[in-house]
């Protein structure tokens, strides 16, 4: 079945970029009509949509993170990247990668989604 891991560093420094990575497994990430998804979720709040790349390589980002956001991809290793920049403590958050049909875009949902990683934990902290 199809598997979603997010990698990356646990603690960013302020100011600095947080990078992650989702690797996917037992699925192709140029599958026709499939979005690929970060959402994240900081201590005490709800899920938020961040952003997502589409199978065709069309990203979309949430208006508010846009002048901070990149999602990127490389289909030779079957992996979408989140870079964020210029984070601040507000960044700090559980964050998910996800996958699923475009029904799927902008939701935060987790039903809308056929797949979920498990989550990383990022912190962001001097």
């Known amino acids: 079945q199809v598997q979603l891991q997010e990698s990356g560093p646990g603690l960013v420094k302020p100011s600095q970029t947080l990078s992650l990575t989702c690797t996917v497994s037992?699925?192709?990430?140029?599958?026709?009509?499939?979005?690929w998804t970060w959402i994240r979720q900081p201590p005490g709040k709800g899920l938020e949509w961040m952003g997502a790349?589409?199978?065709?390589?069309?990203?979309f980002y949430r208006s508010s993170l846009k002048s901070r956001t990149s999602i990127s991809r490389d289909t030779s290793k079957n992996q979408f990247t989140l870079q964020l920049s210029s984070v601040t403590p507000e960044d700090t958050a559980v964050y998910y990668c996800?996958?699923?049909?475009?029904?799927?875009?902008?939701?935060?949902?987790?039903?809308?989604?056929?797949?979920w990683g498990q989550g990383t934990q990022v912190t962001v902290s001097s």
């Open positions: 037992g699925g192709s990430i140029t599958t026709t009509s499939y979005c």
């Open positions: 790349i589409g199978y065709s390589g069309d990203t």
């Open positions: 996800a996958g699923g049909t475009s029904r799927s875009l902008y939701s935060v949902l987790r039903n809308d989604y056929e797949h």
